[in-house]
C-alpha cells in the first residue's frame, strides 16, 4: 500500500533547464522487516559490504553490483560495461551529512533509474530527521541531491518498512530506495550527488508485517527543509540557477 507524499509530487514540473534536484517522493510499506535492534552510529561508506545496486538504463540493459569498502570511512562500486550501459556509486564518510556521488560511465546509454538495497549489507535508510522514533536511531535524512543544469530531477522512493522486534513501524526505516530520473534520464558522463541516511542494524528476525506509524508531519519537514537548501544552493556564489 502506498502512502503518497503530495506536499512534494510537484517539484517533478521543475524546468530541465535549471539545475535538478533529488527528492524524497514517496514511501510504500513494501515487504516488512522486523530487525533485533539498531547497533550503533554513524554508518560510513566503509560499513555497508554487501548493499545491492541496481541500474536501469534506456537501451534495456540492467546492471547491478556490490557494495565494498574503499577506504576508511568509505565504499563504493561499479557495474556493467560503458557500451552497454556502466555506473559507479560511492560515500565518503557519515551517510548523514556527506553525499554518495552516482555517474553514468555508459557511453551512449541513459540511466533511467537506481536502487540500493541495503538489507544484504545489514543497514537501514532513516529518513526522518527526528530522532529516536525508532528506539536506537538517530537524527535522520531523507535522499536529497542536485542534478547538473539540464539533467532531470530524481524521485526517491522507499520501500521494505522495518520495525524493531514486537514493537510497530514508526515510517522512518526502510530498506531500499529507488531513485528515477524519467525517460529523459542521466545522460553518459552525468554526475548525480545525493544525501540518504543509514544505520546499521543486526541481522533480521523476520518479514512479518507490523501495524505502521507514518509520520507525515515529519515528511512535510524533510520536504521543507529541500526547498531552503535549494535555496541556499542558487544563492551561493558559482551555484546552479
Known amino acids: ?83 552497454n550501459g556502466s555506473f559507479s556509486l560511492n560515500v565518503s564518510g557519515d551517510t548523514e551529512t556527506n553525499p554518495f556521488q552516482l555517474t553514468n560511465l555508459s557511453t551512449t546509454a541513459l540511466l533511467l533509474s537506481l536502487t540500493l538495497n541495503a538489507a544484504p549489507a545489514n543497514a537501514v535508510f532513516d529518513i526522518i530527521t527526528a530522532p529516536g522514533l525508532t528506539p536506537g536511531s538517530g537524527f535522520g535524512q531523507a535522499v536529497s541531491g542536485f542534478t547538473p543544469t539540464g539533467a532531470p530531477n530524481g524521485l526517491g522512493t522507499y520501500s521494505n518498512i522495518v520495525n524493531l522486534g514486537t514493537d510497530p513501524a514508526q515510517g522512518d526505516l526502510y530498506t531500499q530506495l529507488v531513485i528515477e530520473f524519467g525517460a529523459l534520464g542521466l545522460a553518459p ?53
Open 1 to 83: 500500500m502506498k502512502y503518497a507524499l503530495w506536499c512534494g509530487l510537484w517539484l517533478a514540473a521543475a524546468p530541465v533547464s535549471q539545475a535538478g534536484i533529488i527528492f524524497l517522493n514517496n514511501v510504500n510499506a513494501g515487504t516488512p522487516l522486523s530487525i533485533n535492534s539498531l547497533t550503533g552510529l554513524p554508518t560510513t561508506g566503509d560499513l555497508m559490504d554487501g548493499m545491492i545496486i541496481t541500474a536501469t538504463f534506456s537501451n534495456g540493459q540492467t546492471q547491478t553490483c556490490v557494495w565494498a569498502a574503499t577506504g576508511a570511512g568509505a565504499g563504493g562500486c561499479a557495474g556493467g560495461a560503458a557500451a
Open 189 to 241: 558522463g552525468i554526475v548525480g550527488t545525493f544525501v540518504a541516511d543509514t544505520d546499521s542494524i543486526s541481522p533480521a528476525v523476520s518479514g512479518v508485517p507490523e501495524p505502521v506509524t507514518y509520520v507525515l508531519c515529519g515528511i512535510s519537514l524533510v520536504t521543507m527543509g529541500l526547498f531552503r537548501r535549494l535555496q541556499l544552493h542558487d544563492q551561493e556564489p558559482g551555484g546552479k540557477a
